[in-house]
């Protein structure tokens, strides 16, 4: 039967309660188990690394979701980040519906898509002049600036940061290196050696250890690729120089300087974190926010490389839904929206009472932990002393993360299941949802200081 469905009552006055999924959550989930890998279409989603069945969502508004057990939550996984506006943002739910009523893909030119590129090479730096291919989703945008990257070089070895992720094209999935510079090996199955041969990974804000690689391959790198503002490792600031050093580094060596800002875009600043640090890349991969909530990627950057991009050069990259009216309907509203109202100043606000506040609480108790933040993402890292990479990332302690975890969850907090990604606030959080997640940490973190103190 076609799936009817009454329309969704307004949840954002009820409280938030015990998240944890419940009697309809886990009836669901067996289902999903049954036909989905997993239940999930994404492996993260399956709480694997802090246990219990995921809930499921049946609604988000501002920065509410709205379980399938009929449980209010605050949200600050924000669909992995483009949720910068709150949930369901009434203008851009607009747009994607007019949109919607002439027709959902052309798979040909239309006037969204210049108007859209036109905005995004008017608003991040990399794009000034230049130009910019709107994909499907942030690993289109890495594999095929990558690819480019290599085409316009005709240098084959790229190089990304231990604990940096890009998406899941196959050169990308190596195995996280130890210590100096690691020739990729694979860090999945059914990615060949061959194909990480010539992935090279170095430690996140480590200069040295690029310029050692760049020595050792000189004329071969292609390509260095790296999270300006890492997420996937949790949230790691660049510390001072080293963006810019890696641009100099670059720029001597012709290497293309490749900034995946799928996560930092529109996020630490709105032209990224280019904009907040004063480093432009030569080219920058773009998803999330860029799509505000649909499937939208872009790549882009100095005319002379992107050139190379077929139909004008020979480096092929195509897609069926790439700049489809719907999914342009939502990013072009959505960074409308940010160009017009310039929230940067307020969720910086909004970032900094919750971390703080969290970090705050987990000090009376005498819990460590690292406290980052980069404008409106951050990562409390359960462990003493600063997190600068991967490694210092990985000896948070884990058990102690998946009770903060859990509890938040039971206190309506939804955070990100892994230590190892960053929380996001939106422009909707307001006082209320932030005093109700400073309410909650207080609980959680006393669970977290009987069991793991
Ligand atoms: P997608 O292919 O998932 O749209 O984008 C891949 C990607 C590329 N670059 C960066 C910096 C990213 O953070 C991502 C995707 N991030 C993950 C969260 N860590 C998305 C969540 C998920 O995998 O389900």
């Known amino acids: 039967a076609m799936t ?4 969704t009552p307004d949840f954002t006055a009820q409280l938030p309660g015990d998240g944890r999924a419940g ?31 995921p809930p499921f969502i049946r609604a988000a508004r501002g920065p509410y979701l709205l ?16 949720a910068i506006l709150g949930h369901a943002h009434p203008e851009v739910i607009d747009a994607v519906c007019r949109a919607a009523k002439d027709g959902l893909s052309f798979g040909a030119c239309s006037a969204a898509e210049v108007e859209f590129a036109e905005l995004l ?16 989703s942030g690993t289109e945008a890495t594999m095929s600036a990558l690819r480019l990257a290599r085409g316009f070089t005709g240098r084959s070895k790229i190089i990304k940061a231990d604990g940096g992720y890009h998406g899941h094209a196959d050169m990308l999935l190596v195995a996280a290196g130890s210590g100096a510079a690691t020739l990729g090996i694979p860090g999945s ?33 292609a390509a260095i690729i790296i999270e300006p503002v890492p997420g996937n490792m949790g949230c790691v600031p660049p510390r001072p120089g080293y963006l810019q050093g890696l641009r100099d580094l670059c720029t001597r060596e012709g290497v293309v300087l490749i900034f995946d800002e799928v996560m930092s ?13 004063g480093v432009t890349p030569d080219l920058v991969c773009l998803g999330k926010i860029v799509g505000g909530g649909m499937p939208v990627g872009a790549y882009g950057g100095k005319r002379e490389i992107m050139q190379h991009v077929a139909p004008l050069g020979h480096v092929y990259q195509a897609g069926t839904l ?6 342009v309907a939502a990013g072009l509203t959505t960074l409308q929206i940010l160009v017009r109202d310039d929230p940067y100043p307020a969720l910086e606000a909004i970032a900094a009472a919750v971390a703080n506040g969290i970090a705050a609480r987990a000090a009376q ?34 058990a102690a993360f998946a009770e903060f975890h859990r509890e938040m969850l039971a206190h309506g907090v939804y955070l990100a299941p892994s230590q190892f990604e960053a929380s996001f606030v939106s422009l909707a959080h307001d006082q209320a949802a932030i005093d109700h997640t400073l309410a909650a940490a207080d609980a959680a973190l006393a669970a977290v200081a009987r069991r793991h103190a």
Request: hydrophobic fraction near 40%; charged fraction near 20%.
């Open 4 to 7: 009817t469905r009454e329309p």
């Open 23 to 53: 009697a309809r959550s886990r009836e669901l989930f067996n289902a999903a188990l049954a036909v989905i890998p997993g239940g999930v279409n994404s492996p993260v989603r399956a709480f694997k690394s802090v246990g219990g069945d």
């Open 67 to 82: 379980t399938e057990d009929g449980v209010t939550l605050v949200d600050y996984v924000g669909t992995w980040g483009p």
């Open 121 to 136: 090479c008017t608003v991040v730096p990399a794009l000034h002049g230049g130009l910019v291919r709107l994909v499907s």
């Open 189 to 221: 199955e059914g990615v060949p050696p061959s194909t990480v041969r010539d992935t090279l990974t170095v430690p996140f804000n480590d200069l040295a250890a690029v310029e050692k690689v760049l020595d050792e391959y000189r004329g071969a790198v």
């Open 265 to 277: 875009g529109f996020r630490v600043a709105l032209g990224g974190a280019s904009q907040r640090y």
């Open 322 to 327: 790439s700049g489809n009216p719907v999914a």
């Open 365 to 398: 108790l005498g819990i460590p932990l690292a406290n980052n933040r980069v404008g409106a993402m951050f990562t409390g890292f359960f462990r003493e002393g600063d997190v600068h990479d991967y490694d210092d990332a990985k000896q948070s302690d884990l």
